[in-house]
């Protein structure tokens, strides 16, 4: 089992970044691909990024690419999402996920993963 708990969040204007962590204690923690999801008011969780077990791998969805980073030391169990460039659209809540991947992929629905955070408020002002 994993407990996650987020931090990094807060309240900034547009164009500013933001670097979310997610610290994960357990067991096992380089054996689950982790995922930042994110639930604004009235929409869908979304995936927004993912890495697999070692962090060679990383998904990012299309409209936060070359914006945000997704990383993870798991010396640390630790991981990250460095966000730059940041919009009103980005206005969010933000989960942290573990998903108990067998084959190292990264699946982008969230009913995969199986340990989440309490999530963390992340608010971009214009």
């Known amino acids: 089992q994993v407990q996650l708990v987020e931090s990094g969040g807060g309240l900034l204007q547009a164009g500013g970044s933001l670097r979310l962590s997610c610290a994960a204690s357990?067991?096992?923690?380089?054996?689950?691909?982790m995922g930042w999801f994110r639930q604004a008011p009235g929409k869908e969780r979304e995936l927004v990024a993912g890495?697999?077990?070692?962090?060679?791998?990383?998904y990012v969805r299309d409209s936060v690419k070359g914006r945000f980073t997704i990383s993870r030391d798991n010396a640390k169990n630790t991981v990250y999402l460095q966000m730059n460039s940041l919009k009103p659209e980005d206005t969010a809540v933000y989960y942290c996920?573990?998903?108990?991947?067998?084959?190292?992929?990264?699946?982008?629905?969230?009913?995969?993963?199986?340990?989440w955070g309490q999530g963390t408020q992340v608010t971009v002002s214009s």
């Open positions: 890495v697999n077990w070692n962090g060679d791998g990383t």
């Open positions: 996920a573990a998903d108990q991947s067998s084959d190292g992929l990264i699946y982008i629905s969230w009913t995969r993963y199986v340990y």
């Open positions: 357990g067991s096992n923690f380089a054996r689950y691909v």
